[in-house]
């Protein structure tokens, strides 16, 4: 496991130039992080809020990486969509109001949409600690597409696939 964990920081490293290094534990890997993203098919949680420091943003997407007492810790919650978020079994928010930490009215989070077009000012202090919950958010999807397009076209694979028969003004 070791190995395969060297092989695939070198890849990375390669393919972003980004600071891509293998850690013994999570906590190694949490700690003094400005961004945690948890992505994981964890049937617990993954990390404790205690080790989320100051300043840092964790992007929850899978679902259960979240310990039960992050919001004890942190200072936001922005959600993709509050109804998605909160009614969806197993989400972070979800979990959050269904044990009463959180009222089901939303007030308590604030959806991504209201920071991305100023209604709400997201982050007001650099330590303030921002949990984010993008998960169901089309615009992941696209981005992810996206990405996986052009590896595709750079690599020279796939088919192109007409969707649509029509005239070419829609293509």
């Known amino acids: 496991a070791k190995e395969r964990c060297a092989r695939f920081c070198e890849r990375a490293r390669s393919a ?7 850690v013994e534990s999570a ?8 961004v945690v993203v948890p992505a994981t098919m964890a049937v617990a ?4 809020a205690a080790w989320i420091e100051p300043g840092t943003t964790v992007v929850l997407v899978s679902s259960l990486d979240a310990p039960v007492d992050l919001q ?11 109804e998605h ?19 089901a009215d939303g007030s308590a989070a604030v959806e991504l949409a209201d920071v991305v077009t100023g209604r709400h000012p997201g982050r007001t202090g650099a330590g303030r600690r921002i949990v984010v ?3 169901g958010l089309g615009m992941d999807d696209v981005a992810a597409a996206w990405l996986v397009l052009q590896g595709a076209r750079r690599e020279g694979l796939g088919t192109p696939l007409r969707l649509r028969s029509g005239p070419a003004v829609w293509e």
């Open 72 to 82: 004890e810790v942190t200072d936001l919650l922005v959600v993709d969509d509050w």
């Open 133 to 135: 919950t993008p998960v």
């Open 45 to 48: 949680p993954s990390f404790e």
């Open 27 to 34: 906590e190694a890997a949490v700690r003094g992080a400005g």
């Open 16 to 22: 972003t130039g980004l600071d891509v290094r293998p």
């Open 85 to 103: 978020e909160s009614t969806h079994p197993g989400r972070y928010a979800e979990r959050r109001v269904s044990a009463g930490a959180i009222p």
